[in-house]
């Protein structure tokens, strides 16, 4: 506990989708470490009065990460208010139920704006103040990023698309002394899983794992437990619970060797390359 006090206190963390869920109950665990927080998301009043709660090292931004422009414009009230943000957890996330040729086409396109083109969004514009301040990146995935299941072609395409941006980002992170991390909790008793069992698809691919099974769920705090391990130690890889990571690694065995041939030196060039 000391240990995470102490690479917490007075940090600026900015956290997507803060309303309720992992994102709410994030905030509140770093709130009692000494955080000074930077809560974005939709449910005006739900978001204000966390921040109310939470006091004065905490302030609420309305933002839908389906929209860059307010996307930019909370981050820099955020970054002004606080002056700088040291993490950012790229939490906000939705899902849906439906084969890929039944599911409403605007549900389709929605889950992947919000859970894909959302952290595309807050990570561009979080970046040049992480850059700043040699920062931390989560971006909150799951293992749907390596389990695919049926009915959820777009939730699992999300998850394994922001698992592959965290992996590119972590690269191009350490010209920058910018770390990356990426989080694969497996079902947990928040609200989107009380969306899965109340939806009559969700309920019969998933129902049977409340409580049972390799993929039955765990309690939200176990995972937010994991979320502030990985802020505190600057990690970049893990799965809630911790016997589920071999599923993870299995599926991304190579990215590790691939990192290494990429020094920030090499990076740097490639990006002014890239820039010209």
């Known amino acids: ?23 709410e109950l994030l905030a509140r665990d770093l709130a009692e470490k000494g955080a000074r927080l930077a809560l974005l998301g939709l449910e ?29 414009a909370a981050v820099a009230a955020a970054a002004t208010h606080f002056g700088g943000i040291d993490m950012t957890v790229a939490n906000a996330g939705i899902t849906a139920f439906g084969t890929l040729a039944d599911l409403d086409p605007d549900r389709f396109e ?35 990023a390596a389990i695919h299941s049926p009915l959820q072609a777009h939730y699992c395409a999300s998850k394994a698309a922001v698992t592959a941006m965290a992996d590119s980002l972590r690269i191009e992170g350490r010209a920058d002394g910018v770390d990356v991390g990426c989080l694969h909790p497996t079902f947990a008793s928040t609200d989107l899983m009380t969306q899965t069992h109340d939806d009559p698809a ?40 911790d016997r589920l990571l071999p599923v993870v690694w299995l599926d991304g065995l190579v990215q590790p060797l691939l990192e290494r041939g990429f020094t920030p030196a090499k990076v740097r060039r490639m990006r002014d390359a890239a820039r010209r």
């Open 202 to 241: 969700g309920d019969l691919i998933w129902g049977g794992n409340k409580k049972l099974g390799l993929w039955s769920e765990v309690p939200p705090e176990q995972v937010v437990r994991t979320m502030v391990r990985m802020i505190t130690r600057r990690s970049r890889r893990a799965a809630v619970p």
């Open 1 to 23: 506990m000391a240990r995470e006090i102490q690479h917490v206190r007075g940090k600026v963390v900015l956290i997507t989708g803060a309303a309720r869920g992992f994102g």
């Open 44 to 72: 005006p009043e739900r978001l204000h009065a966390l921040a109310r709660e939470l006091g004065p090292n905490a302030e609420a931004f309305d933002c839908d990460v389906r929209d860059r422009a307010g996307v930019d």
């Open 110 to 144: 929605a889950v992947l704006d919000v859970n894909v083109n959302g952290v595309y969004r807050t990570l561009r514009a979080t970046y040049p103040h992480l850059a700043a301040s040699r920062g931390y990146v989560l971006v909150v995935a799951s293992m749907a």
